[in-house]
């Protein structure tokens, strides 16, 4: 499955420290539904929004239909798979693991590998989103480049959540939860609770993640042609059983049977 035609990255006009990308699956002047797009977990939160016929993503115990509309896509912890019916498309706002942590009332502890219901309004970062505009990427853009501006500007220093995770992004992931707990002088359990509630995930398991996409990045940029075992190295795994064992575990598939051109992956190293 080769995606380069389906799959388009947009940036920013400025690096965001809440929007990491946003990133399109076009499918909307085909007369043909693509199936088994398969998308793996990378520690981020998704807003989608799907403009066209529909689409469905298929987890390990259940399965989603998306009627055109507005979704918030949670955190994913398995590989997902993904059929885009013909004449559809999906623009994705792929916000940080930190995002919702600089919102009240927020509570993901039970929000893993599922999608929202979509919303009652087109409304999104508190704009108006025409899912019919003939320019609806542009005006996307430009009401998350302003959310997000803004968010920055009313938050200019990082909280307790954002700090852990960029420790654990800059240490691509191969840190001990104690590492991270070290850093601060409050109650242990209280950080690891208040970490799950606003991300989704426990300390651990995110940095089990980062540390998967990193070995994705390893063997789908292995411009030196590095054996596994190498890479199980140069990922942070101490042997490569351990290393196997947690590619498995979030792709369903052994290391040396990954093909990057049956995943929807960033062709930006």
Known sequence: MKTLNLYSEHQLNHKSRFVNKIWVLDNYFEKKAIENLNILPNGCFNFALLIGKGATAYFKKNSFNFNEGIYLCSQLTEVINLTLLENSKIILIQLHPWYFSYYQNI??????????????????????????????????????????????????????????????????????????????????????????????????????????R??????????????????????????????????????????SKFNPDNYILSHIE
Not at 218 to 234: C, E, H, P, R
């Open 107 to 212: 509570n993901f502890n039970n929000f893993i590998d599922l999608i929202s219901e979509s919303h009652t309004n087109d409304r999104i970062f508190n704009s108006n989103i025409n899912l019919k505009s003939s320019n609806i990427l542009q005006e996307v853009i430009q009401a998350v480049e302003k959310h997000s501006l803004k968010l920055e500007k009313d938050n200019p220093n990082q909280n307790m959540i954002e700090e852990i995770c960029n420790t654990i992004i800059l240490n691509s992931g191969e840190l001990k939860v104690s590492q991270v707990l070290n850093n601060y002088d409050c109650s242990k359990r209280w950080i690891q609770a208040k970490f799950k509630k606003t991300t989704g995930l426990t300390i651990k398991k995110l940095c089990k993640i980062i540390q998967f």
């Open 214 to 255: 990193n070995s994705v990045n390893n063997i789908t940029f292995n411009n030196l042609q590095n054996s596994l075992t190498s890479i199980s190295y140069l990922s942070g795994y101490n042997d490569q059983s351990h290393f196997i064992k947690n590619f498995k575990q979030y792709s369903k598939i052994a290391p």
